[in-house]
């Protein structure tokens, strides 16, 4: 029987560590079927405040089910809101990320909690 792997490492910042403090935005999509407490862009987020003001860092997260046509019209229409109201924000970084889950046998990605499609699909849906 194999012994698990043990994996060690620390996190330490250095006395010529330097951090970038420039205005940041923080995209979080997730499906809608998954936890986002305790994701890696959430806990990105709550580190990255020690580090820059607050009123310079934002962080959107958007909960996708593309499920069906009226779904897939409302996360547009979401998203189309979010970048408005986002727009007068002067942020120099933007980090997105996706959070998402594929078909165990196929490697399809999930576009609602219950249905997945190819990339193929996806890329051909989309207008251009």
Same mark, same amino acid.
């Given at each position: 029987?194999?012994?698990?792997?043990?994996?060690?490492?620390? !996190?330490?910042?250095?006395? /010529?560590?330097?951090?970038?403090?420039?205005?940041?935005? =923080?995209?979080?999509?997730? +499906?809608?079927?998954?936890?986002?407490?305790?994701?890696?862009?959430?806990?990105?987020?709550?580190? *990255?405040?020690?580090?820059? @003001?607050?009123?310079? *860092?934002?962080?959107?997260? *958007?909960? !996708?089910?593309?499920?069906?046509?009226?779904?897939?019209?409302?996360?547009?229409?979401?998203?189309?809101?979010? =970048?408005?109201? +986002?727009?007068?924000?002067?942020? /120099?970084?933007?980090?997105? !990320?996706?959070?998402?889950? @594929?078909?165990?046998?196929?490697?399809?990605?999930?576009?609602?909690?219950?249905? @997945?499609?190819?990339?193929?699909?996806?890329?051909?849906?989309?207008? +251009?």
């Amino acid at each position: 029987m194999d012994s698990p792997m043990k994996i060690q490492g620390q !996190f330490q910042m250095t006395s /010529q560590s330097q951090v970038n403090t420039d205005a940041l935005l =923080v995209f979080h999509f997730i +499906l809608q079927s998954l936890e986002a407490t305790g994701s890696p862009p959430r806990l990105l987020y709550q580190f *990255i405040q020690s580090f820059i @003001c607050p009123s310079e *860092i934002i962080y959107e997260e *958007i909960v !996708f089910n593309m499920e069906t046509y009226d779904k897939v019209i409302s996360h547009g229409c979401a998203v189309n809101d979010m =970048v408005k109201q +986002l727009s007068s924000h002067e942020a /120099q970084h933007v980090v997105i !990320f996706i959070t998402n889950h @594929c078909d165990e046998d196929r490697g399809d990605l999930f576009v609602s909690p219950g249905s @997945c499609i190819t990339m193929t699909e996806v890329s051909e849906s989309l207008p +251009l």
